[in-house]
């Protein structure tokens, strides 16, 4: 197995199964692994002038075309009540999936709410959505057992820390957003919130850049 | 996330079953699915079946009983020098349900005929 398409499909898979059930991660990475395999011995036989740069591409558009199938696969697992008390003692995974569904919401409705009149309504719908998910950063923050956000992770420090980071950022966001939302509540805590999220933000951005970085590194490792 | 009645089947999951029906007991497995189902005619590989497509449709037949899977013996795997590979082998209930599917697309295409 080789080529910077197989090295992409092998951190793919690796990314979304991470923090899968071990039977089910195990089995998706195999099986990606073998087809793989399977994919550039085939192309390899093949006496039809193919060149390997293509072959990357076949391999990179697969896993492209694939993504929100792997990313749909992945939450539909998760879903199941099997995982709720494995996601309370490991809330990183959660709070980290709760930040797109949050910010997106958020978003719109901090900006939105004195806007046109026919915007009310849309603001309303994504308040209902906005809040709850909110609450549910920040109770989980507040439910899992501390220890577990101390626990050092087994994996690479650099992506443990990025993962942290990640869920900072979820709880920061929730708690900032709550206070600004919540009517009552003093100005400074919002502002306290906004610039722990902030913080987090760069921290996160930050580590990203840095695991980023090493995983070009890693790619331009590979021999072609 | 979609919710489908349970027992229906998508295209590409009758088209798996289909395969899985011919090559009977020696199963199919990943990448000779993705080559079979190439939705590309001239064959260079730019319609093969994604990877997150093609599992995910392999996991949901198997949970629903439709497809038995099996990894195969690592010294055969290793005879060959390539990793194991996981073959899947259709069920009774696997045959019954594409039975069911083509019935039902065969009573369509009479209904709107």
Not at chain 1, 120 to 134: G, R, S
Not at chain 1, 162 to 172: M, P
């Amino acid at each position: 197995m080789t080529g910077w398409g197989a090295s992409l499909a092998t951190w793919w898979v690796r990314r979304y199964t991470e923090t899968a059930v071990p039977a089910e991660r195990t089995d998706r990475r195999a099986e990606v692994a073998a087809d793989l395999h399977d994919h550039y011995a085939a192309a390899a036989a093949a006496a039809n002038g193919r060149s390997p740069s293509r072959v990357d591409r076949q391999v990179a558009g697969r896993v492209l075309r694939g993504a929100p199938a792997d990313l749909t696969w992945r939450l539909a697992r998760e879903a199941g009540p099997d995982r709720v008390a494995w996601h309370l003692s490991h809330p990183v995974t959660l709070l980290g999936a709760l930040v797109l569904p949050m910010v997106g919401p958020g978003v719109f409705v901090d900006s939105a709410r004195d806007g046109a009149a026919w915007l009310a309504e849309p603001v309303a719908v994504a308040e209902a959505v906005a809040l709850p998910l909110h609450a549910a950063a920040v109770a989980v923050a507040v439910v899992a057992p501390v220890r577990s956000l101390r626990r050092r992770p087994h994996r690479p420090s650099l992506v443990g820390a990025r993962r942290t980071a990640l869920a900072a950022l979820s709880v920061t966001w929730g708690l900032a957003a709550l206070w600004r939302f919540a009517p009552g509540l003093p100005g400074t805590a919002s502002t306290l919130g906004w610039a722990a999220f902030g913080l987090s933000l760069l921290g996160w951005a930050a580590l990203a850049a840095a695991a980023g970085l090493r995983q070009v590194l890693a790619l331009r490792k590979v021999p072609s | 996330m979609v919710f489908r009645k349970r027992g229906t089947l998508l295209p590409l999951e009758r088209a798996i079953l289909d395969q899985a029906v011919q090559q009977g007991a020696a199963g199919v497995y990943g990448f000779a699915l993705a080559q079979a189902l190439d939705s590309d005619s001239d064959g260079d590989g730019r319609g093969l079946v994604a990877h997150g497509t093609l599992y995910k449709a392999l996991d949901r037949l198997r949970r629903e009983g439709y497809l038995d899977a099996e990894w195969e013996d690592a010294a055969t795997a290793a005879a060959e020098g390539r990793p194991r590979r996981r073959h899947y082998t259709v069920t009774a209930a696997g045959v019954r349900a594409l039975r069911a599917a083509a019935s039902t697309v065969t009573r369509t295409g009479e209904a709107t005929a």
